[in-house]
């Protein structure tokens, strides 16, 4: 099984910067792409930042120029740098994965972290 691990959750005040991490682990022939979902009570859960192939990233309008992405391929592992914390980034941040596990033959398959809790308050 391929297993995601996130880190670095916390509570904070507006304009606080934290940074996300996480680290996939298993049977992986190859990540093709990595990054960050979040949910806030009451919404859905909506893409934050992904980095496709370790080519190309997107993110949501609401985190442009705050939040950047960082994926070590040769680590499997990607980080969220989150500065200028507002309090409608508190949500349950998800480490997102897709993975073609073992073998070039395998299925593509998304994989998820268990989430961490940003909470950003005065």
């Known amino acids: 099984q391929v297993q995601l691990v996130e880190s670095g959750g916390g509570l904070l005040q507006p304009g606080g910067s934290l940074r996300l991490s996480c680290a996939a682990s298993?049977?992986?022939?190859?990540?093709?792409?990595m990054g960050w979902y979040r949910q806030a009570p009451g919404k859905q859960r909506e893409l934050v930042a992904v980095?496709?192939?370790?080519?190309?990233?997107n993110y949501a309008d609401s985190v442009k120029g705050r939040f950047t992405i960082s994926r070590d391929s040769a680590k499997n592992t990607v980080s969220l740098q989150m500065n200028s914390l507002k309090p409608d980034d508190t949500a349950v941040y998800y480490c997102?994965?897709?993975?073609?596990?073992?073998?070039?033959?395998?299925?593509?398959?998304?994989?998820w972290g268990q989430g961490t809790q940003v909470t950003v308050s005065s």
């Open positions: 997102y994965a897709l993975v073609r596990a073992s073998t070039v033959s395998s299925p593509m398959t998304q994989f």
């Open positions: 980095d496709i192939n370790g080519i190309n990233t």
């Open positions: 298993g049977s992986i022939f190859s990540i093709y792409a």
